[in-house]
Structures are given as structure tokens and as C-alpha cells.
């Protein structure tokens, strides 16, 4: 952990005039496709989480009714999380930098949620980006990189926009700025928040062959959530071969047994192409299954029904992971 050294903001004797790094001070680092840097600017932070749950503060800094320092509204919200900082030449100023990332929101077609500068932030405000956001080994480089949050956290800025991508998503970015004090550079921090489903499949709880077969003498049917494909691909996932395993086996026990192998979509997308994806689909788990399991192709076939026949609502991610599925049906 960085030792937080929260320095006065008096100008000293003898300061060393701050110069901006001759190139970004961050590997691997780039910038977000839905916002540019500030021109003249160097990324010297960088982070991103395919998945995670974030909060931005959404109103001015308070001390609650325990003593505790608060915002008196803030967001709380989940999906991909990016990250970036910067510092920005002295010959600008914070107010320039703000004005300038908010006319690039709005022509995106985003909205102002919460705007604030200087005391209309609330006492604290600078404090907290420094500690919560850009501390802990964030900025990477010199320490002039990370000296413009630190010197000047009490002459800040700060955005919060809102608005929705095409596909109907929404997404939410957070843009905190100080000033060039004291000979610093100007600091900028961005962090954008993409609302999307979190990833299925990283953690499975296969049937057994034995639960299968309870399951097909049951109702006729199971359904199987072991068998992965990438969005809109027809391959069968190298991750699927314990479920594989299980299907060959519940075969192998039963030599009479004979199965339609049924894939199944959500409601998302087509419906037409998610009838030829889901087919394509059921065909791939039975090649699978006579090319690597030595199951005879005969004794199975493949049907493709898309989102003819849900086991959840499709209105919320939830129901639709649900119905993506392979179901294996008796014949």
C-alpha cells in the first residue's frame, strides 16, 4: 500500500518544475474506445475487469449521521469496469480539461447525472479519489506521476454521465480532474462501467451419468449445462469434456438407449439463426461424442429448436443463461 502523504498546499522554496513523461508510463494500457484522452495527456494508470461490482459517487462529499465520511448519493453497479489516468500539461487548466470530456459525452448522446468543482464537491472529495482510486500502486511510473492527485486534491473537478449503446445497455463514466498546483501536472481519472452479463460457465456442476439417467426415466428428458460454445459459434468448448464424458457414459450403460440431442437459444437475436445455430449446435455434441468418445452416431440425433421452448422467462439474463442449454431427449 502507498504511503498516502497528504501534503500542504502552500507552495515551497525550491519546488522542481514537474515535466510530462516523454511517453505513457503504463504497459499494456490503452484508451477506451468510447473516449479519447485529453490531447497532450499520458496514461499513467490503467485497469480493467471484465466483470465487477463498482460504486461512483453520484452526489457531494458529507459526514454522515455516525461521523463518517459519505456521499449522499452514489451508484452501485455491476459489468465491465475500465479504469485510466493521466496527467495533462500545466498550460491547462482542470476546468478546460472538464468541459472538454463533457462535450465528448454529450455528443456520444450521454447525460449529466452529477457535476461538481471545488467546495461544491463536499470536504473530503479529493481525499477519497486519492486513497480509494488512485493510490494502491494505481498510478504507475514516477512519483510526478502520482504527485498531481495528491497536491491537488483540494482544487478538483468531477462528472458523472449516463447513457445507453445501441444494442440497449447501459453505461455509466465517472471523470475526476485536478489542477496543476504548485508547479504539478494536471491529473485525470476516467473510470467507465458497461453493464453485461457476467460470464456463465466458469464454474460448473455437471450431471452424473447416473443423475441423467434418473432424469431421461423421470420425464423423458434432461437438460445438460456442461456443454459450452462461444457467442454465435457452433464448436463444442474444450471446458465441455466432463459433461461429454458423462453423456458417453449414460450411453455406454444403456446400449439400447437411443437420443435426440436438442440444442436450445435464448430469445436474443434472430430467430431463424438461432433455429440454424441451435441445429449446427446438436450436430457438433454428436460428432463430438463419435469422434472422441467412440459413441455410435446412430444411436443419436440432433435437433435444433432455438427458443421455441424456454425453461425461464428471457426477459433478464438470469432466465436466458438458463435456456441456453443442451437437452438430451429419448427417442
Known amino acids: 500500500m502507498r504511503a498516502y502523504r497528504l501534503l500542504p498546499l502552500l507552495l515551497c522554496a525550491g519546488v522542481v518544475h514537474a515535466q510530462m513523461p516523454a511517453k505513457d508510463t503504463v504497459k499494456n494500457g490503452k484508451d477506451h474506445p468510447l473516449l479519447s484522452r485529453f ?16 460504486m461512483l459517487p453520484a452526489g457531494k ?9 459519505a456521499f449522499d448519493s452514489k451508484l452501485l453497479l455491476e459489468g465491465k469496469y475500465t479504469r485510466m489516468a493521466y496527467n495533462f500539461p500545466r498550460e491547462r487548466s482542470a476546468l478546460e480539461v472538464m468541459r472538454n470530456y463533457q462535450a465528448a459525452l454529450e455528443k456520444a448522446g450521454l447525460k449529466t447525472v452529477f457535476a461538481c468543482a471545488k467546495e461544491t464537491c463536499g470536504r473530503g472529495f479529493g481525499d477519497f479519489f486519492l486513497e480509494k482510486r488512485v493510490g494502491d500502486h494505481f498510478i504507475q511510473g514516477a512519483e ?13 473537478r468531477y462528472l458523472l454521465a449516463k447513457g445507453t449503446r445501441p ?3 447501459l453505461v455509466h463514466v465517472g471523470v475526476y480532474s485536478v489542477a496543476p498546483v504548485q508547479d504539478k501536472l494536471g491529473g485525470i481519472y ?29 420425464d423423458g428428458k434432461v437438460a445438460v449445462y456442461g456443454v459450452f460454445f462461444d457467442t454465435d459459434k457452433t464448436d463444442v468448448k474444450p471446458e465441455s469434456k466432463d459433461a461429454l464424458a458423462e453423456m458417453a457414459k449414460l450411453l455406454q450403460q444403456d446400449a439400447k438407449l437411443k437420443l435426440y440431442v436438442v440444442g436450445h437459444t435464448d430469445s436474443q437475436g434472430a430467430l431463424a439463426h438461432n433455429l440454424e445455430l ?6 457438433s455434441v454428436i460428432k463430438v461424442l463419435a469422434a472422441e468418445y467412440k459413441v455410435d452416431a446412430k444411436r443419436l440425433s440432433a435437433k435444433g429448436v432455438a427458443s421455441y421452448s424456454p425453461a425461464a422467462s428471457n426477459d433478464a439474463e438470469a432466465g436466458r443463461e438458463k435456456n441456453r442449454r443442451v437437452e438430451l431427449v429419448k427417442q
Open 190 to 218: 476516467v473510470e467507465i462501467v458497461e453493464a453485461k452479463a457476467m460470464e456463465g460457465g466458469k464454474v460448473s456442476a455437471n450431471l452424473n451419468a447416473a443423475d441423467m439417467a434418473k432424469g431421461i426415466a423421470a
Open 167 to 169: 444494442d440497449g445497455s
Open 144 to 156: 510526478a506521476s502520482w504527485d498531481p492527485f495528491n497536491y491537488g486534491r483540494n482544487d478538483e
Open 39 to 54: 490531447e497532450g495527456s499520458k496514461m499513467v494508470g490503467y485497469g480493467l475487469k471484465e466483470f465487477d461490482e463498482v
Open 278 to 283: 441451435s441445429q449446427k449446435r446438436a450436430e
Open 61 to 69: 462529499r458529507i459526514e454522515s449521521k455516525d461521523g463518517q465520511m
